[in-house]
């Protein structure tokens, strides 16, 4: 019953920085925790950053932790990632989705859903 979209991808020279956004409609994500995911050609899809429903903790991948910041408005029903200091190997889909299932945030896939059509980021060098 929600609906994503994620936009702001593109083309950037390695060094530079992108901000993603994510916005959600059909229903309110206020009481959701909400997560970036990334996959890349010949690659698994991997997580990348979560916030809480309250914007008030997050969690990062060690590949990103440092370099990304999650964050969330929930009056306007989105979720961004700023992305800085980004290197060849970030390059990938990312996609916004909502966790639907266990009681704290979480970086497992499988409790994610309503998966966005994605962003593409490529990062020159």
């Known amino acids: 019953q929600v609906q994503l979209v994620e936009s702001g991808g593109g083309l950037v020279q390695a060094g530079g920085s992108l901000r993603l956004s994510c916005a959600a409609s059909?229903?309110?994500?206020?009481?959701?925790?909400m997560a970036w995911f990334r996959q890349a050609p010949g690659k698994e899809r991997e997580f990348v950053a979560v916030?809480?429903?309250?914007?008030?903790?997050?969690y990062y991948a060690d590949s990103v932790k440092g370099r990304f910041t999650i964050s969330r408005d929930n009056a306007k029903s989105t979720v961004d990632l700023q992305m800085n200091t980004l290197k060849f190997e970030d390059t990938a889909r990312y996609y916004c989705?909502?966790?639907?299932?266990?009681?704290?945030?979480?970086?497992?896939?499988?409790?994610?859903?309503?998966w966005g059509q994605g962003t593409q980021v490529t990062v020159s060098s």
């Open positions: 989705a909502v966790q639907i299932s266990g009681k704290f945030v979480t970086t497992w896939q499988t409790s994610y859903g309503y």
């Open positions: 916030i809480s429903d309250t914007g008030r903790n997050t």
């Open positions: 059909g229903r309110t994500i206020d009481y959701y925790a």
